[in-house]
């Protein structure tokens, strides 16, 4: 494996010094373009997309055309995981993805296995093998998951869920069974990142995007000590190149301690914890990884500069260990140019803060 010739992201990621701040986007490949609209187009629907590795590694290709970003982002979906595991994953326009087969019955729980990546979700590994030729060793390549937890949210609740009634009961009521589903998921999500890795991912990230849902107690339970699990058995390096590692936890501000000693090397942090906060008080056994509101992209581009230098000025002039991101994914309705003026912001002034520091 080859280190990229831009290889700040990595750097940043593994806490060594870089010459400028790293930037990337959570869903930096999506509707917000309109050349990413037109391949989903010729692709006939967002799965045929996915399963696609030629249209994948187009589209994920396309906002580093646009920008001077520091890392390209596999594009697939969380959901291949549970898609895998036979439950019928299907999009309804207008109200996302949806499972014909939510997982609600103890027979179907205990029947749960965990599939083979390279058999049943080959098409990823495919399409990040041609990414990373594509790429020709240019900036690295991140592959994902979801988290086991935000996984189980969607299989037994069937879809997206504004009270998660569902899993939340049986959490309650049936422990036992959630475990079950987070046990055998937890154990897909491992193998399908490693096969990642094996297929050229240089970094690889969990989206723990449901897990701010829960109580102190149950998020220590069923979901970091989860992606723990998962963290514990990655490959931590191949070809002689560490492979950094990047929990996300969507509303885990008041978790930050407890992620950092999860054995990840970064962690994501959403917008709702000032960045300088954040360093404080994990110090620097972690990067962090953030953590713009996406809604500043929808101001102008003076506003959307002045906002990206502030998360820069209050994480402070050492920029060691640190990279840019929004606090959660972008938005489709962000103006295409927004987002110019923010790496270019982050450019500008992540170089200009580093000349301050002692």
Not at 33 to 45: D, N
Not at 311 to 331: C, E, K, M, P, R
Request: proline share 6%; net charge neutral.
């Amino acid at each position: 494996m080859t280190r990229p010739t831009n290889d700040s992201f990595l750097r940043a990621l593994l806490r060594q010094p870089t010459d400028h701040t790293p930037i990337w986007l959570m869903r930096q490949a999506g509707r917000y373009l309109p050349e990413y609209c037109e391949t989903r187009r010729r692709a006939g629907s967002f799965l045929q997309l996915c399963k696609n590795p030629a249209l994948a590694c187009e589209v994920t290709l396309q906002p580093l055309a646009r920008y001077d970003l520091d890392a390209a982002i596999l594009f697939s979906d969380i959901l291949t995981v549970p898609d895998a595991m036979g439950l019928g994953l299907y999009f309804t326009e207008g109200e996302g993805p949806r499972f014909e087969r939510p997982l609600r019955e103890e027979w179907a729980i205990r029947g749960l296995t965990a599939p083979g990546p390279w058999d049943h979700l080959r098409y990823v590994m495919d399409a990040v093998a041609e990414i990373r030729r594509a790429l020709n060793n240019s900036v690295p390549l991140i592959g994902f998951s979801g988290s086991p937890y935000t996984l189980a949210c969607y299989m037994v609740e069937g879809g997206a869920s504004n009270d998660y009634r569902h899993i939340k009961r049986m959490l309650y009521d049936r422990p036992d069974l959630l475990h079950r589903i987070l046990s055998v998921t937890a154990d897909a999500v491992t193998a399908y990142l490693n096969a990642q890795i094996d297929s050229g991912a240089q970094a690889v990230m969990l989206f723990d995007s449901w897990g701010g849902s829960l109580s102190a107690a149950a998020y220590r339970e069923f979901s970091l000590s989860y992606m723990q699990r998962i963290v514990a058995n990655l490959t931590r390096e191949k070809n002689g190149e560490r492979i950094p590692s990047i929990v996300f936890t969507k509303g885990g501000g008041l978790w930050l301690e407890s992620i950092a000693d999860s054995g990840c090397d970064a962690i994501g942090v959403d917008w709702t914890i000032d960045i300088g906060e954040a360093r404080r008080r994990v110090g620097q056994r972690v990067a962090l990884q953030g953590n713009l509101d996406p809604g500043v992209l929808f101001a102008s581009p003076d506003i959307v500069a002045t906002e990206a230098r502030k998360v820069l000025d209050s994480h402070g002039a050492d920029q060691t260990g640190l990279v840019f991101n929004l606090g959660h994914g972008i938005s489709q309705f962000t103006p295409p140019e927004n987002v110019r003026a923010l790496v270019d912001a982050v450019r500008e002034h992540g170089r200009a803060i580093r000349k301050t520091a002692p």
